[in-house]
């Protein structure tokens, strides 16, 4: 009997151990503040006050009736209680040292518990605890402003950044202080409608824009109190009252479906949820009305294509026509005030009424000559001012990869020029050479020769260019615009928008072999575009010889009555200049290709010239993968197209034949020289 007595008076002196350990443990997390932190100390607080009022009464008790209240009473009215402050001792020991979205995350470990009483305890601690949490979030989606002042909120802001970088790096997730119960996906909602609310205040300068009132209205409570109205009310038991309702017949009122969000269940952020959908799509659809009416974002786009992508065929010609003989110069003597007339001159000439105006937005860029310098084409480039806050969406970074796509097309653009002049200039000759009754090119049959061979590797070259061009402009950057057009429909969003952007460019950027994936076919593409200049700077000089020769010869005759020809010494020095410098310009032009058309290939086996790219085979692209490790599935897909436009029926590939006509037979040489001579004439 002792020893039962002494195990009561132990089970009752437990609850004194409880409670100072817990006063222990509400001391220590004083030092660590946070609101979460206070909220959670406040309602345990609060389930203490229903402890001290039971000892208060028992305390009246004691004093009233000193024999009414035995050990083993005492036992039973402290039994419930005992495990109330177990509970709470538990709920601090758990979630000692943390704050914030941990403490969060700790306490609802604690609520997915198996015991109802426990799980329902829980649940009302977490309630209380999570005011402060719930506020941060409303605030922020509503005036995105954050209120954290212990740096609790799973959203930080970082002040230090540059305007252009506002969007991706001013606001991110804090890892560390998101809780478990708020998915990744729901985080970055939340993250996105405050992010927006400050885009269109600081960027947009829309100060008095503000969130639905139906928005806001999701945040207000809707309590379960009874109305003090005199109106009947039905009760949930099937009866009905007037007047002011009693306490008892507050109990029986129905439960009201709420959707407050400060009312929100840790088992059920439908609430939440919904609120955060209703505001994302508020900010969403304002910050999109604001992109494309108010600062033209579509206008902007489509003038980068056209300008910067050289897609208006009429300008980019008009602009080479006005600045080629500017261009040819000396690089150091050209300056920005220079092509500035010529551009604007140019977009003047070909933009009609409904075009967008880029006057002030698209400017020349002349760059710093250096030892690689040779002309003015090296140094010209054009550049696009972008107003913002599109600078969010078309970055430095982004501008910088359409700058290299044009200065790539441009070089094309300026070769394909050059080949056609050099074409005039054949033309020239062969009229040139023939204005004299008495002698002339025509029948010369070693300068129609080599003017045969000069034009054969000319075709040649115009096949690549224009196979190479066609491939850009139609397979690359329409087929890429043409689905970047659709994101741009389909998107709802600015992340979605610059999703959609960014994934634009940096498919032009591979597509057009530009990436860092495809150095090796870049490089013999440079290679081959360089021999293409130097031909067509052989070919000015070929002409430039053999018009100073008939000049001369004109000169003489009309001295000598008319009975010279040219001086045969300076006309063969020219040929034998010309056609060394042809072999050796075509005999690297053919390897070069040859390496190219290898390196891109994508057939392992013969196909018909009509086989369409898609009809390639897996091995096929496991050999090009094995050729060109860094390149992945969608850079395969492009090169099919490449290599197909580029010897669409292996001529070069299965043939080897040289890409000018130094394997001609005699006799095929000589019905050949007949026929361009019949030509000239």
Not at 115 to 142: D, G, H, K
Not at 591 to 598: A, K, P, V
Request: overall charge neutral; proline content about 3%.
């Amino acid at each position: 009997r002792k020893n039962k007595m002494s195990e009561i008076v132990v089970k009752c002196c437990e609850c004194g151990k409880l409670y100072k350990t817990i006063q222990t443990l509400l001391e220590s997390g004083a030092t660590n503040p946070g609101l979460l932190r206070q909220s959670l100390t406040a309602a345990l607080r609060d389930e203490l006050s229903e402890y001290f009022k039971l000892l208060s009464l028992l305390q009246t008790e004691l004093a009233n009736s000193p024999k009414s209240l035995s050990l083993r009473k005492l036992l039973t009215w402290l039994h419930e209680p005992n495990k109330r402050l177990r509970q709470i001792v538990l709920i601090l020991q758990k979630c000692k040292d943390t704050r914030g979205g941990m403490l969060a995350s700790k306490l609802h470990s604690l609520v997915s518990h198996g015991n109802p009483a426990l799980r329902t305890f829980m649940t009302r601690i977490m309630a209380v605890t999570m005011q402060p949490l719930l506020r941060m979030i409303t605030v922020w989606s509503t005036e995105g402003v954050i209120e954290d002042p212990y740096e609790e909120f799973f959203i930080c802001q970082h002040k230090k950044i540059r305007d252009e970088e506002f969007w991706t790096t001013r606001y991110t997730i804090r890892e560390t202080m998101l809780p478990n119960f708020i998915t990744p996906n729901l985080a970055k909602q939340i993250l996105l409608v405050g992010k927006s609310i400050n885009f269109i205040r600081m960027y947009f300068k829309d100060t008095e824009w503000k969130m639905d009132d139906k928005v806001i209205a999701m945040i207000s409570r809707h309590p379960n109190e009874a109305s003090s109205s005199a109106q009947q009310t039905q009760l949930a038991d099937g009866s009905c009252c007037s007047g002011e309702l009693s306490p008892e017949a507050v109990l029986l009122l129905p439960k009201r479906a709420t959707t407050s969000v400060l009312d929100w269940d840790v088992e059920n952020s439908t609430s939440l949820k919904e609120f955060i959908d209703a505001a994302v799509a508020a900010t969403n659809k304002r910050v999109m009305h604001l992109l494309f009416v108010r600062h033209k974002f579509e206008a902007h786009i489509t003038s980068l294509k056209d300008y910067l992508l050289l897609s208006r065929g009429n300008f980019v010609q008009t602009l080479m026509d006005s600045l080629i003989e500017l261009l040819d110069g000396n690089p150091r003597a050209i300056f920005k005030h220079n092509v500035l007339g010529a551009l604007e001159n140019s977009i003047r000439l070909t933009r009609t009424d409904h075009d967008f105006d880029v006057a002030g937005y698209l400017e020349p860029i002349i760059q710093p000559t250096d030892s690689s310098t040779h002309s003015g084409w090296d140094v010209f480039s054009l550049d696009y001012k972008i107003p913002p806050p599109l600078d969010v969406i078309v970055t430095k970074d982004v501008m910088q990869k359409y700058s290299d796509l044009f200065k790539f097309l441009w070089k094309i653009k300026r070769l394909e020029m050059s080949l056609t002049n050099t074409w005039r200039r054949h033309i020239a000759l062969g009229h040139l050479g023939g204005r004299q009754q008495s002698w002339g090119w025509r029948g010369n049959s070693a300068v129609q020769r080599l003017l045969l061979q000069c034009n054969a590797a000319r075709h040649h070259m115009v096949h690549f260019l224009s196979n190479l061009q066609y491939y850009l402009m139609f397979e690359v950057l329409e087929c890429s615009w043409t689905e970047f057009s659709e994101g741009l429909n389909e998107a709802k969003s600015l992340d979605e928008l610059i999703t959609a952007h960014t994934k634009y460019v940096n498919s032009l950027q591979r597509a057009s072999l530009l990436s860092d994936k495809s150095t090796d076919i870049r490089g013999k593409l440079d290679e081959l575009l360089h021999i293409i200049l130097q031909y067509t700077t052989a070919q000015d000089h070929l002409y430039m010889k053999l018009s100073a020769c008939s000049d001369d010869e004109a000169d003489t005759m009309s001295v000598d009555g008319g009975s010279s020809s040219p001086s045969g010494m300076d006309v063969d020095m020219a040929i034998k200049d010309g056609m060394q410098h042809l072999n050796e310009i075509t005999q690297k032009y053919t390897e070069r290709f040859t390496q190219l058309i290898e390196l891109i290939d994508v057939s392992s086996k013969p196909r018909h010239k009509l086989h369409a790219p898609t009809q390639y085979s897996e091995t096929a692209d496991n050999q090009l993968k094995a050729k060109l490790p860094n390149i992945d599935q969608q850079d395969v897909e492009f090169l099919r197209y490449l290599s197909f436009r580029l010897d669409f029926n292996e001529y070069y590939k299965s043939s080897g034949t040289s890409v000018y006509p130094s394997t001609m037979t005699m006799s095929y040489a000589q019905s050949a020289t007949t026929h361009y001579a019949r030509i000239v004439k």
